[in-house]
T-cell receptor
Framework: KQEVTQIPAALSVPEGENLVLNCSFT??????LQWFRQDPGKGLTSLLL?????REQTSGRLNASLDKSSGRSTLYIAASQPGDSATYLC????????FGKGTSLLVTP | SAVISQKPSRDICQRGTSLTIQCQVD?????MFWYRQQPGQSLTLIAT?????????ESGFVIDKFPISRPNLTFSTLTVSNMSPEDSSIYLC???????????FGPGTRLTVL
C-alpha cells in the first residue's frame, strides 16, 4: 500500500524567505504526483502536476521536483508571502490518489 | 479544467439523521470520486461513483453508510446515513481532467454532527 509522508508537519517563516516542503512515497510505480493547496475549511486547489517521466514543473514562484527512483518530491516556494499561508498537500497517483497529511505553512509579515 | 460545485457548503446535523451532498461538474466526466477529510487528517477515498452501475467502495466504507448515486455524467450524490459525531468531516467530490489526469476538487461540504 502506498504511504505518503510530508515533512515538516508545520512551518512558520517570515515573509520573503524561500522555503522547501518535502514529500516522500514508498511505491515508485506512480503515474504522476500533484501538489495542492488547502485553505482552512476549504477544498483543494491544484498547484502543480508532475508526470512520472518529468523531473520538475514550475508555476510562478513555485517549483516542484520529482525523483521517482528515490520516492521523493519537493515543493520550493520562492519569496514567500503572507498569502501563501495554507496547508500544502502532496498526492501520488498509482491506482488511486494517495495523500500525505500535509504541511501547514504560516508566513508572517 | 473541470469546475466542480457542491451543495451544501456546510451543515450542522443531529446524530441519527442523514445528509445528502450534491456534486455537479460543468462537463461530462467518466469518473467521479468522493473523499473524506476528518479533522486534522488528510484525505481518504470513500468510493468511486460509476455512471450506470453501483459505486466502488474502498476498504472501511460500505454502501449502507455512504450510499452514492450517479444518474448521469455530470452529477453525483453522497449520502451520509445514520450520522454520529465521528462523521464530522469535510466531504469532497473530485474528478480527473486534462491530458495528464490532473485531479480537480470541489469546494467541499463541511459537516458537523452533534
Amino acid at each position: 500500500k502506498q504511504e505518503v509522508t510530508q515533512i515538516p508537519a508545520a512551518l512558520s517563516v517570515p515573509e520573503g524567505e524561500n522555503l522547501v516542503l518535502n514529500c516522500s512515497f514508498t511505491d515508485s510505480a506512480i503515474y504522476n504526483l500533484q501538489w495542492f493547496r488547502q485553505d482552512p475549511g476549504k477544498g483543494l486547489t491544484s498547484l502543480l502536476l508532475i508526470q512520472s517521466s518529468q523531473r520538475e514543473q514550475t508555476s510562478g514562484r513555485l517549483n516542484a521536483s520529482l525523483d521517482k527512483s528515490s520516492g521523493r518530491s519537493t515543493l520550493y516556494i520562492a519569496a514567500s508571502q503572507p498569502g501563501d499561508s495554507a496547508t500544502y498537500l502532496c498526492a501520488v497517483r498509482g491506482y488511486a490518489l494517495n495523500f500525505g497529511k500535509g504541511t501547514s505553512l504560516l508566513v508572517t509579515p | 479544467s473541470a469546475v466542480i460545485s457542491q451543495k451544501p457548503s456546510r451543515d450542522i446535523c443531529q446524530r441519527g439523521t442523514s445528509l445528502t451532498i450534491q456534486c455537479q461538474v460543468d462537463s461530462q466526466v467518466t469518473m467521479m470520486f468522493w473523499y473524506r477529510q476528518q479533522p486534522g487528517q488528510s484525505l481518504t477515498l470513500i468510493a468511486t461513483a460509476n455512471q450506470g452501475s453501483e459505486a466502488t467502495y474502498e476498504s472501511g466504507f460500505v454502501i449502507d453508510k455512504f450510499p452514492i448515486s450517479r444518474p448521469n455524467l455530470t452529477f453525483s450524490t453522497l449520502t451520509v446515513s445514520n450520522m454520529s459525531p465521528e462523521d464530522s468531516s469535510i466531504y469532497l467530490c473530485s474528478t480527473p481532467g486534462g491530458p495528464y489526469n490532473e485531479q480537480f476538487f470541489g469546494p467541499g461540504t463541511r459537516l458537523t454532527v452533534l
